[in-house]
């Protein structure tokens, strides 16, 4: 537990399913209240929320679209009227498009940086204009990739995204540092969510993602949560600007093991 959570209000971006839904639950149960934002899957959020108000907790689902600026400040909005305030914001929405890259529509491309990147801009500036323009201090967790680090041939967008979003976190974690301001990263590996779930639904192509980790075993939504809510509580206060890789190995190159190579 983490007792100094308690009552501190978190938004979570794309929480109606896989890693968000995890983190959502997951501060629940240190009895944060939470905003829930949702693109497109309605009953996912609320399921959440219902879970968390049985529980004891508090949450809303909010229903926006991160890459807008519209979409940012209404999960702001619904932190302040419903919780009073803003503590954590966890800029965890996300999606890939596979394509070769001389084939990706500049549409395409547009969408995946503009939700997996420029989302992480918005969210994150809606956050420190809050906490700046109220004297208050609070910490941001982007959801990044070991695509931030591990070139992705066919997903360039995704991995130029994830690249952007190590940097723009270093960057900002210097920026308002004085501020008493913490902003850090965390890199999954392949976590068994829905956006793996055609891929994982395939035997082979499961043992062969498996095989590309140390640990043999691919993650859960539920170990990328207990990094994030261990990053947004005070055990990390002094913990700023990094990246926290929760992939059982994979950045470690494990075509390696054995001495092959
Ligand atoms: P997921 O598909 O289960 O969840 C992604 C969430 O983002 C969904 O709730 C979706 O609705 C939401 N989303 C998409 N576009 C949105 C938009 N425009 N506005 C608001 N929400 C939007 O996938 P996940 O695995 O839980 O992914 C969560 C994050 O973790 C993503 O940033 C992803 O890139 C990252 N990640 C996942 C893995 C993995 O193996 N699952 C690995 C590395 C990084």
Avoid: C
């Amino acid at each position: 537990m983490f007792n100094d959570l308690n009552k501190k209000v978190a938004v979570i971006t794309g929480g109606s399913k896989g890693i968000g839904n995890a983190i959502a639950l997951r501060f629940a149960q240190e009895k944060m209240n939470v905003v829930i934002n949702y693109h497109s899957d309605e009953a996912g959020a609320q399921a959440a929320v219902d879970e968390i108000r049985k529980n004891g907790g508090d949450a809303v689902a909010i229903k926006a679209d991160v890459s807008t600026e519209t979409g940012v400040k209404a999960l702001l909005q619904a932190a302040i009227d419903n919780f009073g305030g803003l503590d954590v914001w966890v800029n965890n929405a996300g999606m890939e498009i596979q394509t070769p890259t001389h084939q990706i529509t500049l549409e395409e491309w547009n969408k995946v940086i503009g939700i997996n990147m420029t989302g992480v801009f918005l969210g994150a500036k809606e956050a420190l204009n809050y906490w700046l323009d109220n004297d208050r201090t609070g910490n941001i967790i982007n959801m990044s990739s070991v695509h931030q680090q591990i070139p992705w041939p066919t997903f360039a967008s995704y991995a130029t995204a994830k690249g952007g979003v190590k940097l723009f976190t270093e960057t900002i974690a210097m920026e308002y540092a004085p501020k008493g301001i913490r902003v850090n990263n965390i890199a999954p590996g392949a976590i068994n969510t829905p956006i793996n779930a055609k891929k994982f639904a395939d035997k082979s192509q499961y043992a062969e993602t498996q095989s590309m980790i140390p640990m043999q075993k691919i993650g859960d939504p539920e170990d990328v949560a207990d990094a994030a809510v261990w990053l947004a509580s005070n055990q990390a206060k002094y913990v700023t600007g990094t990246t926290l890789f929760v992939d059982g190995g994979m950045t470690l190159y494990a075509a390696f093991q054995d001495g092959k190579g």
